[in-house]
């Protein structure tokens, strides 16, 4: 299973992104699914998780109010609304998927399939 990141991209402090995630496979199985970011230098840390049959979300504190996980079953794809953007937002966003329970779905270890990341980039 491939999982596919779009919608980075260069954005000023403010404004807003969607970003996207479809796996390749539509009869892929999962529990739910998760975004991480990374800069370089730092670890990766999880931003939000949603289960993908069931409406549990998560996340992270630092950008809860602003940020927004959702997914679309029909399209096999999972959105991370990004609002409100500040510049230390600035990332590669990861795509996650895991199979196993929600419990400590902020937690790497959890997910089983990763993207190759899409970049965000956050002028002052």
């Known amino acids: 299973v491939q999982l596919v990141e779009s919608g980075g991209g260069l954005v000023q402090a403010g404004d807003s992104l969607r970003l996207s995630c479809v796996a390749s496979?539509?009869?892929?199985?999962?529990?739910?699914m998760g975004w991480f970011r990374q800069v370089p230098g730092k670890e990766r840390e999880f931003v939000a998780a949603?289960?993908?049959?069931?409406?549990?979300?998560n996340y992270a504190d630092s950008v809860k109010g602003r940020f927004t996980i959702s997914r679309d079953i029909a399209k096999n794809t999972v959105y991370l609304q990004v609002s409100s953007l500040k510049p230390e937002d600035a990332a590669v966003y990861y795509c996650?998927?895991?199979?196993?329970?929600?419990?400590?779905?902020?937690?790497?270890?959890?997910?089983?399939?990763w993207g190759q990341g899409t970049q965000v980039t956050v002028s002052s």
């Open positions: 996650a998927a895991s199979i196993r329970t929600f419990s400590n779905s902020d937690k790497q270890y959890k997910y089983d399939y």
């Open positions: 496979e539509r009869t892929f199985s999962r529990s739910y």
């Open positions: 949603i289960g993908w049959s069931f409406d549990n979300s």
